[in-house]
């Protein structure tokens, strides 16, 4: 991420959220980070030929596009759980049904869900009332507490560094569909749910105030 120097909007959503990464865990206000990210689905026109002692296996440079496919991942950072939802597409309908199986399928019994997601508008809160009636959205927002990163500053969400081990430990290969991709992506999460796999969280907003007083624009005047 490339931040802006000297920008008020910007430290403001920075400071919001890592105030929000230093709350200790409660279950029943749960701090879950939220992104989204494509996978370019590609498959073989040629049967790889198999590892064998000393060599990898080889695949043919010529290959075939099979569409794209969303991958949403949830990631709980103190409780080292994540759920990795694939779907068709990342529409602002899309993400309010995601946002309805994160309250009602994930954390039914959490009473407020402290939601850190990317500054985009398919994540803002209006899109709850473009997917649902009045009273449903109203419903979902009010167990909801959101925070955005600042733009350029999705790095500051967790989630984002969840997906890239995502990405280096179970999508880099060719995969040829999206019913392949689902099991491969369900099979990673189990295995590091069972793990109990964690970020160690350590950049607090006095770190921000000295490492990067360059992004403050009263430390900039002063």
Not at 37 to 57: C, D, F, M, N, Y
Request: glycine share 4%.
């Amino acid at each position: 991420m490339i931040p802006p120097n000297a920008n008020a909007e910007f430290v403001c959503a920075m400071e919001d959220v890592l105030e929000v990464s230093t709350r200790p865990y409660d279950p029943q206000h749960p701090v879950v980070c939220l992104t989204e990210a494509s996978k370019q689905l590609v498959a073989e026109t040629r049967v790889p030929i198999p590892a064998a002692p000393g060599k990898r296996t080889r695949s043919c440079d010529e290959y075939e596009r099979k569409g794209t496919a969303n991958l949403c991942m949830v990631f709980e950072p103190l409780a080292g759980q994540r759920q990795v939802e694939v779907t068709d597409r990342r529409t602002a309908v899309d993400c309010a049904h995601g946002s309805r199986d994160l309250i009602d399928v994930f954390y039914p019994q959490a009473d407020t869900i402290v939601l850190v997601r990317d500054n985009l508008n398919p994540h803002k809160p209006a899109s709850l009332y473009e997917a649902f009636a009045p009273a449903e959205a109203r419903r979902l927002l009010e167990r909801l507490e959101m925070h955005h990163t600042p733009k350029h500053g999705s790095g500051l969400n967790m989630a984002k560094t969840e997906l890239s081990v995502l990405a280096t430990q179970c999508l880099d290969r060719r995969i040829s569909g999206k019913d392949p991709l689902t099991r491969e992506v369900a099979a990673w999460v189990r295995q590091r749910n069972q793990a109990k796999g964690r970020i160690d969280w350590q950049f607090t907003t006095q770190d921000a105030r000295i490492k990067l007083k360059r992004l403050y624009p009263s430390i900039q005047l002063g």
